[in-house]
């Protein structure tokens, strides 16, 4: 039986590693469902965090979970990578937030099956990366946000600032902290 070994932090360098062109958008250029959704990832005095990044995961608007392959193509010249086709939607956005902690996605709304955003976390002192969801609008029924109190619930809705243009912000930590789930690993 293989042995556990301890996380380490993924220290601030990722935010120049892992992104790669257009990764804040899974939605096709121009596609006229798309959707804004923005915010800024907060430690927990409130001070926002430059170097964090994100991952996120959805289903297509047609509920269906495979997406289309492409998020990561390589130039097979240099071996660099080229980013989104621009074309289809594939489910999986990263995206690192900016000196000011803000980061954006622009994608698809989720369907009513699958009415959220799953989002992975990263960021320096995080020995094991954190995940939650963001829900754009609050669904008749779903089994995570009832068994919560209406003020943790809140910490998964974001809010709409407009047609088409959300706001969420993720808290690490404190009063606002941001409900997150525990999965068996």
Do not use: N
């Amino acid at each position: 039986m293989p042995r556990p070994t301890p996380s380490q932090t993924v220290g601030p360098f990722y935010g120049y590693a892992l992104p790669f062109p257009a990764g804040g958008s899974p939605a096709p250029a121009a596609h006229p469902g798309a959707v804004t959704v923005h915010g800024v990832v907060r430690d927990g005095a409130g001070v926002p965090v430059p170097d964090a990044l994100l991952e996120f995961w959805q289903a297509a608007p047609d509920g269906s979970l495979t997406g289309h392959p492409g998020s990561l193509r390589r130039d097979p010249v240099t071996g660099g990578f080229l980013g989104r086709d621009g074309v289809h939607f594939t489910g999986f956005a990263r995206v690192p937030t900016d000196a000011d902690g803000h980061w954006t996605l622009r994608t698809l709304g989720p369907p009513a099956a699958t009415p959220y955003l799953s989002v992975c976390l990263f960021a320096r002192g995080l020995m094991h990366h954190l995940y939650t969801r963001v829900y754009l609008a609050e669904p008749p029924a779903d089994a995570l946000l009832d068994a919560l109190p209406a003020d943790r619930r809140a910490t998964l809705l974001a809010g709409g600032e407009g047609e088409g243009v959300y706001h969420f912000d993720i808290h690490l930590q404190g009063e606002k902290e941001t409900v997150f789930l525990d999965f068996d690993r």
